[in-house]
């Protein structure tokens, strides 16, 4: 661990803030969640973009107060925290946060349906400090076509998706193309200024699953100055993991049903004992280890480099972590993976973060130069 001290390490998409909903106390260790400062600390992390992920049946006001709610959740938990925890918006903020003994929290959202075809909705978001956004999740919607769940509704990004990407550029926040279609990605590709993000995905060539990247896809992502962030999802990283293990499919069905059912009342206590009890069966489930992860961004930095390609675990949006990464305080793991493998400190500083904190500060001066 204290070989990494000086290494800012940086993780672009956690689910956390959903976790927030079922009152987890971030300052201590909880047992059925990935992320919490003792674990964030132990792991070595710097800074963590919490994801204000709205589900694809929230539609209109509802996604709108929904992503609200999560934002001001992730507000309280930052405010109560606040000797260990602080609010980043740029770069400088995430050093300085360091500099102070503080871990960063960055904003992003997942799922544009929340900002509806308002761009109000969007400079109130932006006001709030989200720095990317995720353009859809597993559904299309008024932005664009998803890669799961795609009924094929735009051929691509939408009349209004086209204009957001605009907007997007002049206000400095990032476009995220995980869970977009492939369509949709050369869209982003073409009508973005800036460079554009893939912030929770993986290689299709190791595991072919339509949300992870196809080899040309992330070469073309590279050349446009963008970043390919590795999700550590053992679905997304081991294609034969989920079909082989038929156990596992059911134990995940169980459990995101009682899941959804105790998120909407956390009095229920069926609710809360059928889905605290899946996941510590979910536990016993066997993964596929830190190895696959290192061998999504081997593949990544072959084809594009490796200052474009980073992390996003996808912690607590994910029922089952590989082996070694079982939750955030393994994180360091992954620069020790990437030391024995070869890299020099300076590749693995940019994929442990500071690539991502280098686009970040680009698409600011982007948009500060767009407004000028």
Not at 88 to 108: C, P, Q, W
Not at 263 to 285: C, G, M, P, Q, V
Not at 318 to 342: F, H, M, N, Q, T
Request: net charge negative; aromatic share 10%; glycine share 6%.
């Amino acid at each position: 661990m204290k070989d990494f001290d000086n290494i800012y390490i940086l993780d672009s998409h956690c689910d956390t803030p959903s976790m927030l909903i079922e009152g987890i106390d971030l300052s201590v260790r909880n047992t059925h969640s990935h992320v919490d400062i003792p674990r964030l600390r132990e792991g070595g992390v710097d800074a963590i973009f919490f994801s204000i992920y709205t589900p694809v049946t929230y539609f209109g006001n509802q996604a709108t107060e929904y992503a609200i709610n999560l934002i001001s959740k992730s507000y309280m938990a930052i405010s109560d925290n606040c000797e260990d925890l602080a609010l980043a918006r740029t770069a400088s903020d995430a050093y300085e946060n360091k500099k102070n003994g503080k871990i960063s929290v960055f904003l992003g959202m997942e799922n544009g349906t929340p900002i509806q075809e308002d761009f109000s909705f969007l400079h109130l978001f932006n006001d709030f400090g989200i720095r990317y956004l995720t353009l859809c999740h597993n559904s299309d919607n008024q932005i664009c076509d998803s890669a799961v769940g795609t009924h094929g509704t735009w051929g691509g990004l939408s009349p209004f998706g086209k204009r957001l990407l605009e907007e997007l550029n002049s206000l400095g926040i990032l476009a995220d193309c995980s869970h977009a279609s492939d369509a949709t990605f050369y869209d982003m590709l073409k009508y973005s200024k800036a460079p554009i993000i893939a912030s929770h995905s993986s290689c299709r060539k190791l595991c072919n699953h339509p949300r992870n990247m196809t080899d040309q896809m992330i070469r073309d992502l590279s050349s446009e100055g963008g970043l390919v962030q590795i999700n550590f999802y053992p679905r997304f990283i081991d294609e034969s993991f989920a079909v082989e293990n038929q156990r596992y499919r059911r134990l995940s069905e169980f459990m995101e049903k009682w899941q959804a059912i105790y998120r909407e009342d956390l009095y229920n206590d069926i609710a809360k004992d059928n889905y605290f009890s899946a996941i510590e069966e979910l536990k016993t489930i066997k993964t596929p280890g830190i190895s696959k992860v290192v061998d999504h961004i081997d593949r990544a930095v072959i084809l594009a480099g490796y200052e474009s390609v980073g992390l996003g675990s996808d912690f607590d949006g994910i029922d089952v972590a590989p082996r070694g990464l079982e939750d955030i305080s393994s994180y360091y793991k992954i620069a020790s993976e990437l030391k024995s493998r070869g890299y020099s400190t300076t590749h693995i500083e940019a994929i442990m973060g500071g690539n991502l904190l280098r686009v970040l500060d680009e698409a600011a001066r982007l948009a500060s130069f767009l407004r000028s």
